[in-house]
């Protein structure tokens, strides 16, 4: 059976989580969300996505933040932090030497919109903008260890 995962992160405390989660659940209900917050830009030490990636199994559908990459393309994911088969867990120092996921695009869309809006009071501000954020539909095809 085929499992919908979605992977919500943000780098610093100022930013919100919540709209990330909010779009992925919006677009697909049963999702399972992976959350992880105050990650940095490092790859180390992202215990979240390794958790997802202990779950994620071939066939499994991910939606994470946009990659620039066409609808049916083949998209690698080398940087690969742990890898579970036969029940032997492999976890990397900090990736997993020769270990690779392939996964392929099945859709580029946008979340559904929401409004910023900022507002100052006694000095007659008011600003509107609307954001949609995008998003990539990746199925996992193999994972090779």
Known sequence: MCKVYGYCRISRKEQSIDRQVRNITAEYPGAIIVKEAYTGTKVEGRTGFERLLKQVAEGDTIFIEKLE??????????????VVSDGNVT???P?????KVTGKVLA??????ILVFKYKAKSNYRRRQG???????????????
């Open 91 to 93: 976890v990397g120092k």
């Open 69 to 82: 990459a066409e609808v049916d393309d083949a998209v690698p994911f080398d940087q690969v932090l742990t």
């Open 95 to 99: 990736l997993v030497s020769g270990a």
């Open 131 to 145: 954001h949609r954020q995008p998003f990539t539909k990746v199925a996992i095809e193999k994972i090779e260890a």
């Open 108 to 113: 580029q869309g946008k979340a559904k919109k």
